[in-house]
């Protein structure tokens, strides 16, 4: 059974740092394109950054330089670590698997259930 979770989210300070975490089970994540996406009130879902299986990264331009993902292979799990966090970037954060073959039958696009990150002011 394929199954996010993540954690990691929280209030903090504008400047301050967090770190997300995707745990991930019933696939591998090295095995597929990942991705973290948010969702701000009164906003569209957005992507924030993906990383594919080979490893490579993409950021949104709102977020370059200042987020980073990254992924451990031993853990399943994939990270955002958000620093210089700023109070437009208040959203719930979810993370994506794209495509998983969870079946022989089935190919399926897989969500958290999302954390929130709150940055004050």
């Known amino acids: 059974q394929v199954q996010l979770v993540e954690s990691g989210g929280g209030l903090v300070q504008s400047g301050g740092s967090l770190r997300l975490s995707c745990a991930a089970s019933?696939?591998?994540?090295?095995?597929?394109?990942m991705g973290w996406y948010r969702r701000a009130p009164g906003k569209q879902r957005e992507l924030v950054a993906s990383?594919?299986?080979?490893?490579?990264?993409n950021y949104a331009d709102s977020v370059k330089g200042r987020f980073t993902i990254s992924r451990d292979n031993a853990k399943n799990t994939v990270y955002l670590q958000l620093n210089s966090l700023r109070p437009e970037d208040t959203a719930v954060y979810y993370c994506?698997?794209?495509?998983?073959?969870?079946?022989?039958?089935?190919?399926?696009?897989?969500w958290g259930q999302g954390t929130q990150v709150t940055v004050s002011p």
């Open positions: 994506k698997a794209d495509r998983v073959r969870a079946a022989p039958w089935l190919i399926s696009d897989y």
């Open positions: 990383i594919t299986s080979g490893g490579n990264t």
């Open positions: 019933g696939f591998t994540v090295s095995s597929y394109a």
